[in-house]
């Protein structure tokens, strides 16, 4: 089982949709939640980070962390075609570890 | 703003080539990584270092060794490039808190022949 687990897509939603990237983790005791983006060819850059149950907003995009069912997601709201993309879940304790991505695409 | 930069973008070299790929932070950060990211698997851990002369194996050391003389800079040495070393690589710092996020350097493009 590998420690954090995506589905690699391509998740394929129309623009102004909501869509919804999801990521299980393994290790328990993991106390930091986060989501890059990466587009083609770039480096990944942070677009959101939660510690705590519950959800977490900024502007169109809502993290919700479940720590009791090892779960982590990502909404993005309002989905526009820049935000197709390659989602990273990164999940850490005493290091970091990232799940292999979920390609997105908005269609216009 | 962090900045981590990476000494190239793209690089070509042949097998059995000493490779160094440098990255230098401008923040201050305790923690720098090195990992490489290839289709289907993901971002997988090379090495890390916690502090100047300190390093730490990753997941997938082997092929690979380090240097972190100074705290801004963290050099991934391939002493004897092979093919299947052909990935991108990314560069990453961060402060020292399990808290804090990793930011990445823009990435080397290394191809091995």
């Known amino acids: 089982q590998k420690e954090v687990e995506q589905n690699s897509g391509p998740l394929s939603v129309p623009e102004g949709a909501i869509a919804s990237l999801n990521c299980t983790y393994s290790?328990?005791?993991?106390?930091?939640f986060f989501w890059y983006r990466q587009y083609s060819g770039k480096s990944p850059e942070l677009i959101m980070f939660?510690?705590?149950?519950g959800d977490k907003e900024d502007g169109r995009f809502t993290a919700q962390l479940n720590k009791a069912s090892q779960y982590v997601s990502l909404l993005i709201r309002d989905s526009q075609p820049s935000d197709s993309a390659t989602y990273l879940c990164?999940?850490?304790?005493?290091?970091?570890?990232f799940g292999a991505g979920t390609r997105l695409t908005v269609k216009p | 703003d962090v900045k981590v930069t990476q000494s190239s973008r793209y690089l070509v070299k042949r097998t059995g080539e000493k490779v160094f790929l440098e990255c230098v932070q401008d923040?201050?950060?305790?923690?720098m990584f090195w990992y490489r990211q290839d289709p289907g698997l993901g971002l997988r851990l090379i090495y890390f270092?916690?502090?100047?002369?300190?390093?730490e194996k990753g997941d997938i050391p082997e092929g690979y060794s380090v240097s972190r003389e100074k705290k801004e800079r963290f050099s991934l040495i391939l002493e004897s490039a092979s093919t299947n070393q052909t990935s991108m690589y990314l560069c990453?710092?961060?402060?020292?808190?399990?808290?804090?996020?990793?930011?990445f350097g823009p990435g080397t493009r290394l191809t091995v022949l």
């Open positions: 990453a710092s961060s402060f020292g808190s399990l808290r804090d996020t990793q930011y």
């Open positions: 939660i510690y705590s149950n």
């Open positions: 923040m201050d950060h305790e923690n």
């Open positions: 270092s916690y502090d100047v002369k300190m390093k």
């Open positions: 290790d328990r005791g993991s106390q930091s």
């Open positions: 990164a999940v850490r304790n005493n290091d970091m570890r």
